[in-house]
């Protein structure tokens, strides 16, 4: 039988969203072999503009493509619409 996992009280579920071209698949990648960040939660799900391997088993979820991220008004990323579509 299926033994349900044993999570601290709280549990923590915990995402996180990259590109699929660019610098931030080798950081998830080396973020999954430490098993630091959002992989030392509870639970997590990765989610990206594609189905990519990531490490260790680790597959993210495609959310929609994200390349019209742009520039706010304080010159950070204009990304809220990437997190509402993943959320």
Not at 62 to 81: R, Y
Request: contains cysteine.
């Amino acid at each position: 039988p299926c033994t349900p996992p044993l999570w601290a009280t709280p549990s923590l579920f915990c995402f996180s969203i990259f590109r699929s071209q660019g610098y931030e698949l080798d950081l998830v990648k080396a973020q999954v072999e430490r098993k630091v960040g959002i992989f030392s939660c509870d639970e997590f799900a990765t989610l990206s503009d594609t189905v990519l391997p990531v490490s260790g088993g680790v597959l993210t979820l495609q959310i929609p493509p994200c390349e019209t991220v742009g520039v706010s008004k304080d010159g950070t990323a204009a990304n809220t619409l990437i997190f509402m579509q993943a959320w």
